[in-house]
């Protein structure tokens, strides 16, 4: 889901930008200074988890837990996602920091709309909630890396779709891990899967 330096053409990496920029902004005035430490431990837990690839046919997956993410935080997931893909283009050269604009806004509006999924919901079908929130997240994220792909160079477009084809089954892992992960905070900590009144 992220996307290496030099790949992507300065139209977009400027688009990208831009969107990161309002993003951060919404997602930050949006953050109460209490919400700080549920904010920084999802940050370090999409630090991690995306650190792990596993090879699938012409590409590599990770988990990415953007679903979590925007169940969890909600706008605020934006600004830990950039700091987290920050700390990866900085420390691992993973992804980079040109195209930091394009993987914040990717992956910032796929755990939006996790988190949207989720809480159109009804709270009975919280679990189903949760499962189609890290399902989406997980497609959307895919489809907007892809739709930057493409506008970037139309000889990535078979790339695009391999790319698209082999996050499908890490859609459905998400989706099962957003689940216990939901079961799991509904029992020990309600409040960080709480919906809003």
Request: charged fraction near 10%; glycine fraction near 10%; hydrophobic fraction near 60%.
């Amino acid at each position: 889901m992220h996307i290496s330096e030099g790949v992507l053409s300065p139209p977009v990496l400027a688009a990208g930008w831009a969107l990161a920029a309002g993003g951060l902004a919404i997602g930050l005035k949006k953050t109460p200074v209490e919400k700080l430490p549920e904010t920084a431990l999802v940050s370090a837990v999409l630090f991690l988890a995306s650190l792990v690839h596993v090879p699938l046919g012409p590409a590599s997956i990770h988990l990415t837990l953007l679903g979590i993410a925007g169940i969890m935080l909600g706008w605020s997931a934006v600004p830990a996602l950039f700091i987290a893909l920050f700390l990866q283009g900085l420390l691992f050269q993973f992804g980079g920091l040109l195209s930091l604009g394009v993987n914040t806004a990717s992956m910032g509006s796929a755990a939006l709309c996790g988190g949207l999924v989720f809480r159109i919901i009804p709270e009975k079908l919280r679990l189903i909630g949760a499962f189609l929130g890290g399902f989406t997240a997980v497609l959307a994220g895919t489809a907007l890396v892809v739709t930057s792909l493409f506008f970037s160079d139309n000889a990535l477009q078979t790339t695009a779709a391999l790319l698209f084809a082999a996050n499908v089954p890490l859609a459905a892992v998400e989706g099962l891990i957003s689940c216990f992960i939901v079961a799991f905070l509904s029992k020990v900590k309600p409040d960080y899967v709480s919906r809003p009144a």
